[in-house]
């Protein structure tokens, strides 16, 4: 389960509408072995694209050094949807490179509606899991959890011929 504050989640879905119609990408930071995401860090998409997302070479690699000065980690790797669900594509599945970090998807095809989802991504096979998210500025005790969307908890993205 993915447990991230609620000011956190309103900057991911605040840089994913300011970036449409491009797929908005950044990172959301924590303590080392934490799995706790504390410091949000939006990143430019490099491609530029409605269907693709890349990090900036450079940027990511100011964004790494960065967090391991500070003793972080990528807890989320997040990016947007610009016409379609937040579920995983395949080339999404393709380059999630960080097994232990929660793959945030937010879906920006409804102007008026947050389509928020989290997976896991770990060797080509994608697991939905819950979002809590906990509002703090209300009452740290209250949580809201949330699971968007009809897909399947797991996805086994291998082909085979068997």
Known sequence: MLSIDRSIIDAIVAHARRDHPDEACGVVAGPAGSDTPTRHIP????????TFYEFDSMEHLRVWREMDD???????IYHSHTATEA??????????????????????REPDTEEIRSFRIVDGVVTEEPVEIVDAAVDPHAVQSYMFGQSPATVDYE???R
């Not at 500070?70 to 989320?76: K, S």
């Not at 579920?87 to 920006?108: I, Q």
């Open 43 to 50: 990143m430019e998409n490099a491609a530029r694209s409605m």
């Open 159 to 161: 082909c085979s011929d």
């Open 70 to 76: 500070r003793d972080e980690e990528p807890v989320v």
């Open 87 to 108: 579920y995983p594509s395949r080339t999404d599945v393709s380059f999630a490179g960080e097994p232990g970090a929660h793959y945030l998807l937010v879906s920006t």
